[in-house]
């Protein structure tokens, strides 16, 4: 497959990637494989590739407990409307990916 890095969607898709590695992860509970998932996410902030919203799949949602490459689902009190993901846990995975706050556990 060819990449351009010129291309639009070039940082969605890098997060789509990074999204499916990390569901993988999660699959097979391997923590090391995540830990690297996470090192490479913030090479390449640190190398200015943008967060995207659906760089928040990285985690386990604080909201509906949806695990790291899971969609969001709706519970009460938190509907979804359009997004796929509830709106605290992007937020949670900024700041974790950034190194704001720890890394909390994604998969256990
Ligand atoms: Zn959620």
Request: proline share 8%; glycine share 6%.
């Amino acid at each position: 497959m060819r990449i351009d890095i010129d291309e639009p969607n070039a940082v969605e898709q890098f997060w789509e990637g990074m999204r499916e590695v990390a569901a993988a992860a999660t699959r097979h509970q391997d923590d090391d494989l995540y830990q690297a998932i996470v090192k490479i996410g913030r090479s390449a902030l640190a190398q200015g590739v943008e967060l995207v919203p659906s760089s928040g799949f990285f985690l386990q949602c604080p909201v509906c407990s949806a695990r790291s490459g899971q969609r969001c689902i709706n519970v009460p009190a938190h509907p979804l409307s359009e997004d796929a993901l509830h709106p605290a846990r992007v937020e949670l995975a900024e700041k974790a990916i950034s190194g704001e706050i720890p890394l909390p556990a994604p998969i256990r």
